[in-house]
Nanobody
Framework: QVQLVESGGGLVQDGGSLRLSCAAS????????MGWFRQAPGKEREFVAA????????YYGDSVKGRFIISRDNAKNTVYLQMNSLKPEDTAVYYC??????????????WGQGTQVTVSS
């Protein structure tokens, strides 16, 4: 099992920045991919970004490409999502996920509890 705990969400103004953190514990060596998804009320869970831990390759959803950056700190077993130039449409609950394969579908093995990000206009 892998436990994931997100933090860093909050309220920010249009154009602002936030950094989300996802701390992993447990059998972290069993997951090579860490990802971020988000879900707004009434909408499906949407792929935001992913990073392959073995290669540091990164992947982004079209709606965040060029604004968000995913990174990791191996020593801390933590993955980050730096979110810049935030827009009201970025408002959602953001979830951290861990799995074996990079996929844009929410089919990862482990999930965090989510952290709310609200962008005011």
């Amino acid at each position: 099992q892998v436990q994931l705990v997100e933090s860093g969400g909050g309220l920010v103004q249009d154009g602002g920045s936030l950094r989300l953190s996802c701390a992993a514990s447990g059998r972290t060596f069993s997951s090579d991919v860490m990802g971020w998804f988000r879900q707004a009320p009434g909408k499906e869970r949407e792929f935001v970004a992913a990073i392959r831990l073995s290669s540091s390759s990164t992947y982004y959803g079209d709606s965040v490409k060029g604004r968000f950056i995913i990174s990791r700190d191996n020593a801390k077993n933590t993955v980050y999502l730096q979110m810049n130039s935030l827009k009201p449409e970025d408002t959602a609950v953001y979830y951290c996920a861990a799995g074996q394969v990079v996929t844009r579908t929410p089919s990862y093995d482990f999930w965090g509890q989510g952290t709310q990000v609200t962008v005011s206009s």
